[in-house]
């Protein structure tokens, strides 16, 4: 038995009693610190710069990932063209551009005759610092390694060399939907809707398949897996959640291939019932915190807190969505029924951050008693009535620095960053900067 | 000639666009380098290079294989360290196929350091084990049994604590590394003199570590240390560590247990020792991971010494053996053939028939052709010590039933077996048994066996041997020469220019003109066509005279032939034989 450091707190707490701790210690931060967050910057463009070229889609510049490096000196943001855009953060914490390149072109599929979407489904980074910053990307069915650097300086502004290091393609039949590295430096899982796959970042050309959901007989398909991540500090282990509103967790040392899993994680204590329980159920995204002690699921109308080592129920139900209940079905006719939202949680473990409609976001502490809601626009911005449901306003998006109080947003083309307000010192200035791109 | 013009070739070259151009001139630094003689190369040559280290990766991985060579162009084993500042960049880069060729590099030239270079060696493995990047810290975990080994006595104590510093390492891959070098640095150690108590602590804190990555690496240093320092010393310090592998959360680590189980009992020595050791083996041959099971099944042969110590232990390893062959995988009753069969010179002829003969046979019944292969292919083993009767009474029922299965492919099967049958068990077995059987195939409906068949027939003559082919082989499928089938007449024609190349001119003159002259008149222009063939084969066996004299008039008639085909070919074969 033993006693869990908490770094971020600088504190242990013994293993029997460390969730209470922890809750404790979380709710005291949060009094001591209110969660007010200041807007501190916007980028995106509005206006479509080739607008004579009609094969561009309007929503070609929305994002679709955001990703902090574990350094906490970058920003990777993925849109839906293909772009990835990396910012650097500066001194005063404003972020400004680093480095942009096109991770992956739309392919066409001769076997199905179907365009393969360029779209940038998910970044991550590659969890240890070498001299070069290393960024993996995916869209649905290619995974790309590549790495940044800083070749020299040209008029004093760096000049940032991108080059792509590896190519994984060829293993998944269904579309990819996460990725996620190996805690161990060397390998990293790919899932797609019904298999997750085990890569080593050296080897390309073969991969092993570690889960397959896919069933003999297609017609009897309930389920597909809608995102995965491995544990942050163990390396023998992963969750996987699935349109059920079900988590597993995954213990690669169980067995060598097609495991089965080692636990399920279900609540259905918050279900609504009705018709769109099970639309409402699917989990669009599964985070462990960076200590590693608790998983978060996000699903439609709730976020859920879990604590591995109890599957009989989850250890807190955050439900901020019972607003969109009265407004299911209009939300099921306009398919935003549909939406996939993240979520993120703090470096320190104690807080997340969800996204919602209407332009806003949701900043807890982890165990859901204190709820901000705040709406991702610049200060200049006219005021938007809550009242009235606007789900064409998302923000889907949604990733939290490793180690500072700085918020990322994805909301269709533009990001925000959100800075947490320092007690000690005076408000942030409210910065507007547009980065054209 | 210039003496600016080399260097200044390369540098231009090293900037061209074309990557080709680029591994072109690092490939050809050799001949630039002696070309330009020790000195400028010492003083121009390797300063540039140090420069130029921003480039692809297989340019960076062509340039640590060439100066892994260049001990002669720099001057000789006292001029070495001028290599080392490039090979230490190369050493630290991120792409690890470039890191291992450095290493690589480092290590040949290893072999002949002066002390002076040592020197330098030293602190330039220091600088790379302490790094703040972690890829040059893995590299310098592979290279340290090398450092170790040649630095003096004074320096070991620090080189060893920096080791340990690395083996305790923050990032993963450094650690894992440090420890997969343990048991290079252990092999270097010499008995008393080695830093016992921080070598075991080091092994017993990864042993414990949470990445089943390092853990499993663990088995074999385990034994290293064990092999080094006796079973005394084994028996107090390693054998808990060891017996709680087999019991390892993580298949991988069990999975090395099972597989280096000869090593663990050889270091753990006394009898006691061993039958604990044993139990944990036996359970993993059921361990509920497929992987661990043919790991541990390979292994099984590695158990022969310890048949002879325990008629109980002897006993309680062939029941678990037996088991086996009922396994759900088939790659662990793929595993046993092999393995089982080695355990058969320590069992004896009596022990051998008892024990493992049931288990070949049941296994040589299986539903899966890969097991059954794997038989075949082991049989060698067990052929010294039951011999040849005993087995071939056994096999051929067996064989003879694949041979005549209604599915081509499993006949084909049998057809492979054949030549391995043959070159394990001998003439007298093959004369006996397998000559009819391979009549049969020569004649079986399906084209690929009978041409399959063929290939076998030459392989085996090529271990029985021409005379053997001539007396036995030949006369027995002669009579195919006029059977009713057209097929099977070409089937003989193109086995015998399959054999041709064993066979002595003598008999090629003497033995085979008659039926060749007769098959040559043949009624089917496709058997025309093919003695044309064979006849061509022949051609490179006789001597020209009697080429001339016996087949020559042939092949002019078949040059006359009413079919085209026929004639074409007839010309071909004389052409090739002028």
């Given at each position: 038995?033993?006693?869990?450091?908490?770094?971020?707190?600088?504190?242990?707490?013994?293993?029997?009693?460390?969730?209470?701790?922890?809750?404790?210690?979380?709710?005291?931060?949060?009094?001591?610190?209110?969660?007010?967050?200041?807007?501190?910057?916007?980028?995106?463009?509005?206006?479509?710069?080739?607008?004579?070229?009609?094969?561009?889609?309007?929503?070609?510049?929305?994002?679709?990932?955001?990703?902090?490096?574990?350094?906490?000196?970058?920003?990777?943001?993925?849109?839906?063209?293909?772009?990835?855009?990396?910012?650097?953060?500066?001194?005063?914490?404003?972020?400004?551009?680093?480095?942009?390149?096109?991770?992956?072109?739309?392919?066409?599929?001769?076997?199905?005759?179907?365009?393969?979407?360029?779209?940038?489904?998910?970044?991550?980074?590659?969890?240890?610092?070498?001299?070069?910053?290393?960024?993996?990307?995916?869209?649905?069915?290619?995974?790309?390694?590549?790495?940044?650097?800083?070749?020299?300086?040209?008029?004093?502004?760096?000049?940032?060399?991108?080059?792509?290091?590896?190519?994984?393609?060829?293993?998944?039949?269904?579309?990819?939907?996460?990725?996620?590295?190996?805690?161990?430096?060397?390998?990293?899982?790919?899932?797609?809707?019904?298999?997750?796959?085990?890569?080593?970042?050296?080897?390309?050309?073969?991969?092993?398949?570690?889960?397959?959901?896919?069933?003999?007989?297609?017609?009897?398909?309930?389920?597909?897996?809608?995102?995965?991540?491995?544990?942050?500090?163990?390396?023998?282990?992963?969750?996987?959640?699935?349109?059920?509103?079900?988590?597993?967790?995954?213990?690669?040392r169980?067995?060598?291939?097609?495991?089965?899993?080692?636990?399920?994680?279900?609540?259905?204590?918050?279900?609504?019932?009705?018709?769109?329980?099970?639309?409402?159920?699917?989990?669009?995204?599964?985070?462990?915190?960076?200590?590693?002690?608790?998983?978060?699921?996000?699903?439609?109308?709730?976020?859920?807190?879990?604590?591995?080592?109890?599957?009989?129920?989850?250890?807190?139900?955050?439900?901020?969505?019972?607003?969109?209940?009265?407004?299911?079905?209009?939300?099921?006719?306009?398919?935003?029924?549909?939406?996939?939202?993240?979520?993120?949680?703090?470096?320190?473990?104690?807080?997340?951050?969800?996204?919602?409609?209407?332009?806003?976001?949701?900043?807890?502490?982890?165990?859901?008693?204190?709820?901000?809601?705040?709406?991702?626009?610049?200060?200049?911005?006219?005021?938007?009535?809550?009242?009235?449901?606007?789900?064409?306003?998302?923000?889907?998006?949604?990733?939290?620095?490793?180690?500072?109080?700085?918020?990322?947003?994805?909301?269709?083309?533009?990001?925000?960053?959100?800075?947490?307000?320092?007690?000690?010192?005076?408000?942030?200035?409210?910065?507007?900067?547009?980065?054209?791109? | 000639?210039?003496?600016?013009?080399?260097?200044?070739?390369?540098?231009?070259?090293?900037?061209?666009?074309?990557?080709?151009?680029?591994?072109?001139?690092?490939?050809?630094?050799?001949?630039?380098?002696?070309?330009?003689?020790?000195?400028?190369?010492?003083?121009?040559?390797?300063?540039?290079?140090?420069?130029?280290?921003?480039?692809?990766?297989?340019?960076?991985?062509?340039?640590?294989?060439?100066?892994?060579?260049?001990?002669?162009?720099?001057?000789?084993?006292?001029?070495?360290?001028?290599?080392?500042?490039?090979?230490?960049?190369?050493?630290?880069?991120?792409?690890?196929?470039?890191?291992?060729?450095?290493?690589?590099?480092?290590?040949?030239?290893?072999?002949?350091?002066?002390?002076?270079?040592?020197?330098?060696?030293?602190?330039?493995?220091?600088?790379?084990?302490?790094?703040?990047?972690?890829?040059?810290?893995?590299?310098?975990?592979?290279?340290?049994?090398?450092?170790?080994?040649?630095?003096?006595?004074?320096?070991?104590?620090?080189?060893?604590?920096?080791?340990?510093?690395?083996?305790?390492?923050?990032?993963?891959?450094?650690?894992?590394?440090?420890?997969?070098?343990?048991?290079?640095?252990?092999?270097?150690?010499?008995?008393?003199?080695?830093?016992?108590?921080?070598?075991?602590?080091?092994?017993?804190?990864?042993s414990k570590?949470?990445?089943?990555?390092?853990r499993?690496?663990?088995v074999?240093?385990?034994?290293?240390?064990?092999?080094?320092?006796?079973?005394?010393?084994?028996?107090?310090?390693?054998?808990p560590l060891l017996l709680g592998f087999s019991a390892d959360k993580s298949w991988?680590v069990r999975y090395m247990f099972g597989?280096?189980?000869?090593?663990?009992?050889?270091?753990?020595?006394?009898?006691?020792?061993?039958?604990e050791a044993?139990s944990q083996f036996l359970r993993l041959?059921k361990d509920p991971e497929?992987?661990v099971?043919?790991?541990?099944?390979?292994?099984?042969?590695?158990?022969?010494?310890?048949?002879?110590?325990?008629?109980?232990?002897?006993?309680?390893?062939?029941?678990?053996?037996?088991?086996?062959?009922?396994?759900?995988?088939?790659?662990?009753?793929?595993?046993?053939?092999?393995?089982?069969?080695?355990?058969?010179?320590?069992?004896?002829?009596?022990?051998?028939?008892?024990?493992?003969?049931?288990?070949?046979?049941?296994?040589?019944?299986?539903?899966?052709?890969?097991?059954?292969?794997?038989?075949?292919?082991?049989?060698?083993?067990?052929?010294?010590?039951?011999?040849?009767?005993?087995?071939?009474?056994?096999?051929?029922?067996?064989?003879?039933?694949?041979?005549?299965?209604?599915?081509?492919?499993?006949?084909?099967?049998?057809?492979?077996?054949?030549?391995?049958?043959?070159?394990?068990?001998?003439?007298?077995?093959?004369?006996?048994?397998?000559?009819?059987?391979?009549?049969?195939?020569?004649?079986?409906?399906?084209?690929?066996?009978?041409?399959?068949?063929?290939?076998?027939?030459?392989?085996?003559?090529?271990?029985?041997?021409?005379?053997?082919?001539?007396?036995?082989?030949?006369?027995?499928?002669?009579?195919?020469?006029?059977?009713?089938?057209?097929?099977?007449?070409?089937?003989?024609?193109?086995?015998?220019?399959?054999?041709?190349?064993?066979?002595?001119?003598?008999?090629?003159?003497?033995?085979?003109?008659?039926?060749?002259?007769?098959?040559?008149?043949?009624?089917?222009?496709?058997?025309?066509?093919?003695?044309?063939?064979?006849?061509?084969?022949?051609?490179?066996?006789?001597?020209?005279?009697?080429?001339?004299?016996?087949?020559?008039?042939?092949?002019?008639?078949?040059?006359?032939?009413?079919?085209?085909?026929?004639?074409?070919?007839?010309?071909?074969?004389?052409?090739?034989?002028?």
């Amino acid at each position: 038995i033993r006693d869990i450091v908490v770094p971020a707190l600088g504190t242990t707490f013994p293993m029997e009693s460390f969730n209470t701790q922890f809750e404790k210690a979380a709710n005291k931060f949060y009094a001591e610190s209110p969660s007010v967050w200041d807007f501190s910057q916007m980028f995106g463009e509005e206006d479509n710069e080739n607008s004579d070229d009609d094969s561009q889609d309007a929503t070609d510049n929305y994002i679709s990932s955001l990703a902090f490096d574990p350094q906490g000196e970058l920003l990777a943001v993925g849109y839906n063209s293909g772009q990835v855009v990396v910012l650097t953060q500066q001194d005063d914490w404003t972020y400004q551009l680093y480095s942009e390149f096109k991770s992956h072109d739309s392919e066409f599929d001769c076997l199905t005759s179907t365009e393969i979407e360029e779209k940038i489904n998910m970044i991550r980074w590659y969890p240890f610092q070498s001299q070069g910053q290393f960024l993996m990307t995916t869209n649905d069915k290619t995974i790309k390694l590549f790495k940044l650097w800083n070749k020299g300086y040209v008029d004093d502004t760096p000049d940032i060399g991108v080059k792509q290091r590896r190519v994984f393609s060829g293993a998944h039949a269904y579309n990819i939907n996460s990725i996620s590295f190996n805690s161990d430096g060397e390998t990293f899982i790919s899932t797609d809707d019904l298999r997750i796959n085990l890569w080593h970042t050296d080897v390309s050309h073969e991969t092993f398949g570690v889960v397959d959901i896919k069933p003999d007989d297609m017609e009897e398909l309930t389920e597909v897996i809608t995102c995965s991540e491995f544990h942050p500090n163990d390396c023998g282990l992963f969750v996987y959640a699935t349109s059920k509103g079900v988590v597993r967790l995954c213990d690669l040392r169980d067995s060598a291939l097609c495991k089965g899993y080692s636990k399920t994680f279900k609540d259905t204590e918050s279900d609504i019932g009705g018709f769109f329980q099970e639309l409402v159920t699917t989990v669009s995204d599964v985070k462990w915190s960076p200590c590693g002690r608790f998983l978060l699921s996000r699903d439609y109308l709730t976020m859920k807190i879990w604590d591995p080592r109890m599957d009989s129920r989850a250890l807190r139900t955050i439900k901020f969505h019972d607003h969109l209940i009265p407004s299911l079905c209009d939300l099921y006719e306009d398919d935003s029924i549909f939406d996939k939202f993240t979520c993120s949680w703090s470096g320190d473990s104690m807080r997340i951050v969800t996204g919602s409609y209407n332009g806003s976001f949701y900043v807890c502490d982890a165990f859901g008693s204190h709820i901000t809601q705040m709406t991702a626009a610049p200060p200049s911005a006219p005021q938007r009535s809550n009242n009235i449901l606007d789900s064409s306003h998302k923000v889907l998006h949604t990733a939290w620095h490793p180690s500072g109080d700085v918020i990322g947003l994805g909301a269709k083309d533009f990001g925000f960053l959100y800075l947490k307000q320092q007690d000690d010192s005076e408000s942030e200035s409210e910065e507007e900067e547009e980065e054209s791109q | 000639m210039d003496k600016l013009a080399p260097v200044a070739l390369l540098m231009d070259e090293l900037k061209n666009d074309d990557i080709q151009l680029r591994l072109n001139s690092i490939r050809n630094l050799p001949r630039i380098a002696s070309g330009m003689g020790e000195e400028r190369t010492q003083q121009e040559l390797l300063p540039f290079i140090q420069d130029s280290l921003q480039d692809e990766d297989e340019v960076l991985f062509a340039l640590a294989e060439e100066l892994g060579k260049f001990t002669d162009f720099v001057g000789g084993p006292s001029f070495v360290h001028l290599l080392f500042p490039a090979l230490e960049v190369l050493a630290g880069v991120e792409e690890s196929f470039v890191r291992d060729k450095a290493i690589q590099s480092l290590t040949s030239l290893s072999a002949h350091f002066t002390d002076k270079v040592l020197d330098e060696f030293l602190k330039m493995w220091k600088r790379l084990a302490t790094s703040e990047w972690f890829q040059p810290r893995t590299s310098a975990c592979c290279l340290f049994h090398i450092a170790y080994n040649q630095a003096p006595l004074n320096a070991k104590p620090e080189l060893l604590s920096v080791y340990k510093a690395l083996a305790a390492d923050t990032v993963p891959m450094v650690k894992r590394s440090a420890f997969a070098d343990f048991k290079l640095f252990v092999g270097t150690l010499m008995k008393d003199t080695p830093p016992i108590t921080e070598v075991l602590a080091i092994l017993q804190t990864l042993s414990k570590d949470d990445l089943d990555t390092v853990r499993l690496l663990a088995v074999e240093n385990a034994v290293a240390l064990g092999t080094l320092m006796g079973t005394e010393f084994s028996n107090q310090h390693l054998k808990p560590l060891l017996l709680g592998f087999s019991a390892d959360k993580s298949w991988r680590v069990r999975y090395m247990f099972g597989s280096k189980i000869g090593e663990i009992i050889s270091i753990l020595g006394k009898n006691q020792v061993q039958a604990e050791a044993l139990s944990q083996f036996l359970r993993l041959l059921k361990d509920p991971e497929a992987e661990v099971r043919v790991a541990s099944t390979s292994a099984i042969s590695a158990l022969g010494p310890t048949l002879n110590l325990d008629a109980g232990i002897a006993k309680t390893i062939i029941s678990a053996i037996r088991s086996i062959t009922g396994d759900e995988s088939y790659h662990v009753r793929e595993a046993l053939a092999p393995s089982v069969f080695g355990l058969a010179s320590f069992l004896g002829k009596e022990g051998t028939t008892e024990h493992i003969l049931p288990i070949l046979s049941t296994l040589l019944k299986d539903e899966e052709q890969e097991v059954r292969h794997s038989v075949v292919s082991h049989l060698g083993k067990v052929v010294s010590i039951l011999g040849v009767e005993e087995l071939s009474q056994h096999l051929l029922p067996i064989i003879i039933s694949l041979a005549e299965d209604r599915q081509w492919r499993v006949r084909i099967s049998a057809t492979l077996y054949i030549p391995l049958l043959a070159q394990q068990l001998g003439v007298e077995f093959f004369n006996k048994q397998l000559l009819g059987l391979s009549h049969q195939l020569l004649t079986d409906c399906v084209a690929t066996i009978r041409a399959a068949l063929g290939k076998s027939l030459a392989e085996i003559t090529g271990f029985f041997g021409a005379e053997w082919a001539q007396q036995v082989l030949i006369p027995k499928i002669m009579d195919l020469s006029h059977h009713n089938n057209y097929l099977y007449r070409i089937t003989l024609l193109q086995t015998l220019a399959l054999l041709v190349p064993s066979l002595e001119p003598d008999f090629i003159e003497n033995s085979l003109i008659s039926p060749i002259f007769s098959m040559s008149k043949d009624p089917v222009a496709n058997v025309r066509i093919n003695v044309c063939k064979v006849v061509a084969a022949f051609s490179k066996k006789l001597s020209n005279r009697s080429y001339a004299s016996l087949y020559q008039p042939l092949l002019s008639e078949l040059q006359r032939d009413s079919d085209h085909d026929v004639q074409y070919f007839a010309t071909q074969a004389l052409l090739d034989h002028p």
